[in-house]
């Protein structure tokens, strides 16, 4: 509003524009109308706030018009307040586990608005059934019956979708939501990261049994009290090993029964697979080898199914747009995904776009298209009201408008910045109780401002209906449920007429009846066959291996004829520490001062080692810094360059990671920390050989201007060049 003064003046002052007022509506019918200009007649407007009575000119066609009301002069009602009931908090008794917790989630507030969306599930369902909307063909408007697509259910804040959400799917009402960041709260994306946290811990029972109930594997419950049971029970892992099975990925894995069997196999592999494949390859698989969007398609109701095969898409785009895809690994992946469900819904993904997946044959998606025209009609639209800004229905259903009083921040940014100005004239940070005289006028400005726009917001969502408006909200908490600075105590105070819900009546049986039946109706996705018969016939065979436990038997085989002596985890931490701390303390070009050795204390507290550890590791470290021989390539800054771990890249894009490289007159010195020198021509030193070699190609490559050399330093102050 203030930009349009501002751009009224100037445009009177520069251009000498006339300015006319038209507060004429074709859209709205004349209840709609009549009942805005009541509320905003009804001075309770800011002194601030421009209104004029506005009219319509809209005119209902008369052929084929019904003979209600409703139809020659539209409707705008208020639904009851839903009432709020206290929940009273039983004392436990007993231990712990004698009653289940309730959820503390579910608070007064939550219960409300998903009671408020039956209602308005009811109320839509009874639009269904009794009234006609106006439509347009070949320039001629005529009377059809009312579909899903003709409402808008507007909201102002987003905090209790879910709720409305849910009532609408219990209803048989499909939707179009713009909740954001819903993506990672659906059951089928938990099932997914259940089933990725089990590849990673497959001891965690909670996961596990989610994803065997899951339509990964389909469990039925007993099966899962079956698999239960034999927790605990002990079962031979070889000739000489009996062991007991202390959870149910024991249990699973030495079960006799086929389907049990199955469902171990395929976990097996995957958990292989998930220690060397990138998180997005693996889930490809996943999806492939499990038929996972099918088996989700056959457990989801007609109403869901695109949209859970949207998730499942999208779930696999996250994954590959992670960190490139390729980088992390899966605990990573994991760690990421849950400190993203933490965060703001603004910040997490969103579910997966519907338009996609809405084709009848769901395994055929042209992401270039659109949604069809007959599946847009099936689903009513759940917006917040900035986002309908220039939308318009003919119903509007007002969700949460008891809770839409305008309250004055407490606390933020206060900002003086006219339309007309280049730059704000003041701008600072405030609570209550900070303002000063000057700022307190400011801050009552920008707070007049904003009570401004929440009128202005409420007349945005009432101008949206054509023909119908329904304004509906849950009681607040003062004594008579209203609060009369809302939109609804407004509305009420207005004289709007309040609705008698008990001429809704309950959801039909036969809309019960029929969502029954169209979640098992059969479907056929034809498009998921492969055409080409060898890759056809290779694809079988690697499930026929998997479940027969063939590929489990060969990859065991495998890694046992190629099992080679594994270094001590002891001496390979012992090694990761000396080399940081020789990186720590070894100067190089961009730091040629280095701090003094750290004392025990400190290294026991950076590295997380004991003291006699730490005595070791400053030993050693002292005899490579002290030898003589070592100094000129690590201490006595006769170099011309040098570098500690560095980094360089072949032409194929491998990566080599040099311990230090140092440039002197005639030659590159690259240098790898080693805790001791194995004897010449032994597998070890012939595998530093091939290890040096390569960095020893790829800087020649690089660094043509000077032969290299390669060196060992080991921690006993030895070098030895490796040729």
């Given at each position: ?161 879910p709720q409305f959400e849910r009532a609408l799917r219990e209803a048989g009402l499909a939707y179009d939501s713009s909740r954001l960041g819903g993506l990672l709260n659906t059951l089928e994306i938990d099932d997914l990261i259940a089933l990725l946290t089990v590849l990673v811990s497959p001891r965690h029972d909670l996961p ?234 400011i801050y009552e400005k920008e707070n007049e401002v904003s009570q401004n726009e929440n009128w202005n917001v409420l007349y945005v969502a009432m101008t949206r209906a054509q023909q119908g408006l329904w304004i509906s909200g849950v009681q607040s908490h003062i004594k008579d449920g209203i609060n009369q600075k809302s939109w ?236």
């Amino acid at each position: 509003p203030r930009l349009f003064t501002s751009a009224k003046q100037f445009l009177e002052s520069t251009m000498q524009a006339q300015y006319l007022e038209k507060n004429t509506t074709r859209r709205n019918a004349d209840a709609i109308n009549k009942a805005v200009n009541s509320i905003f007649l009804a001075q309770s407007l800011p002194l601030t706030y421009q209104f004029s009575e506005q009219s319509t000119d809209w005119k209902p066609p008369l052929e084929g018009i019904a003979k209600q009301e409703f139809a020659a002069k539209g409707e705008a009602m208020l639904l009851p307040l839903i009432e709020r009931t206290e929940q009273d908090q039983t004392e436990r008794t007993g231990s712990a586990l004698d009653n289940p917790i309730e959820d503390s989630a579910l608070t007064v507030g939550v219960q409300q608005r998903y009671w408020e969306g039956q209602q308005v599930s009811r109320l839509i369902h009874h639009v269904l059934a009794t009234r006609q909307v106006i439509d347009k063909k070949d320039g001629k408007e005529y009377w059809r019956p009312a579909r899903a697509s003709d409402f808008i259910l507007l909201v102002k804040r987003r905090a209790y979708l879910p709720q409305f959400e849910r009532a609408l799917r219990e209803a048989g009402l499909a939707y179009d939501s713009s909740r954001l960041g819903g993506l990672l709260n659906t059951l089928e994306i938990d099932d997914l990261i259940a089933l990725l946290t089990v590849l990673v811990s497959p001891r965690h029972d909670l996961p596990l049994a989610q994803v065997l109930r899951s339509p990964i594997f389909s469990f039925t419950e007993q099966q899962m009290q079956e698999l239960s049971s034999h927790v605990g029970d002990s079962y031979s892992q070889s000739q000489a090993q009996t062991q007991a099975k202390s959870s149910w990925w024991d249990a699973l894995q030495s079960s006799s029964v086929a389907e049990v069997q199955k469902a171990a196999r395929y976990l097996e592999r995957w958990r292989g697979l998930g220690e060397v494949l990138p998180v997005h390859d693996l889930l490809d698989l996943i999806y492939q080898e499990s038929n996972l969007r099918v088996s989700y398609a056959v457990a989801s109701q007609n109403l869901a199914r695109a949209q859970v095969l949207a998730n499942l898409d999208a779930f696999l785009e996250l994954a590959l747009n992670q960190d490139g895809g390729r980088y992390p690994s899966l605990s990573r992946f994991i760690e990421q995904i849950n400190a993203m469900r933490r965060g703001d819904d603004d910040e997490t993904p969103d579910e997966g776009d519907v338009e996609a997946e809405a084709d009848d044959d769901i395994g055929e998606v042209d992401l270039d298209s659109e949604m069809s025209e007959e599946d847009r009609h099936k689903r009513v639209r759940l917006m917040t009201i900035h986002g309908a800004k220039g939308l318009e229905a003919p119903f509007v259903i007002m969700l949460d408008a008891n809770h839409t009083e305008w309250k004055a921040p407490h606390r933020g940014v206060l900002m003086d910045w006219s339309p007309d100005e280049a730059s704000p004239s003041h701008l600072s940070l405030y609570t209550a109780k900070s303002l000063t005289e000057k700022r307190a006028a400011i801050y009552e400005k920008e707070n007049e401002v904003s009570q401004n726009e929440n009128w202005n917001v409420l007349y945005v969502a009432m101008t949206r209906a054509q023909q119908g408006l329904w304004i509906s909200g849950v009681q607040s908490h003062i004594k008579d449920g209203i609060n009369q600075k809302s939109w609804y105590g407004r509305a009420l105070a207005a004289g709007m007429e309040t609705m008698d819900v008990t001429q809704l009546g309950e959801l039909p049986l036969q809309e019960d009846e029929k969502r029954d039946a169209s979640s098992s109706e059969p479907f056929q996705i034809n498009h998921f066959q492969l055409s080409w018969d060898a890759a056809k016939q290779s694809h079988q065979e690697t499930i026929a291996n998997i479940e027969s436990g063939a590929l489990v038997i060969a990859a065991k085989a495998k890694e046992q004829a190629q099992v080679v002596e594994q270094p001590d985890p002891e001496i390979l931490e012992e090694g990761t520490h000396f080399h940081k701390l020789l990186e720590f303390l070894i100067p190089d070009s961009n730091s040629q001062i280095k701090p003094p050795m750290p004392s025990e204390h400190e290294l026991m507290n950076w590295l997380g080692i004991d003291q006699e550890q730490a005595k070791k590791l400053t030993e050693r470290v002292q005899i490579v810094m002290n030898a003589p021989n070592l100094k000129p390539y690590l201490t006595e800054n006769q170099w011309t360059q040098a570098w500690n771990e560095l980094d360089i890249v072949s032409k194929e894009g491998k990566s080599y990671r040099m311990d230090r490289l140092v440039e002197f007159e005639d030659h590159l010195a690259i240098i790898d920390y080693k805790l001791t020198i194995p004897e010449e021509g032994s597998p070890a030193y012939e595998k530093y050989r091939a290890q040096l070699g390569a960095y020893k190609e790829e800087l020649s490559r690089i660094r043509q201007d000077k032969p290299n050399k390669a060196f060992l330093i080991s921690a006993q102050g030895k070098i030895k060049e490796v040729v």
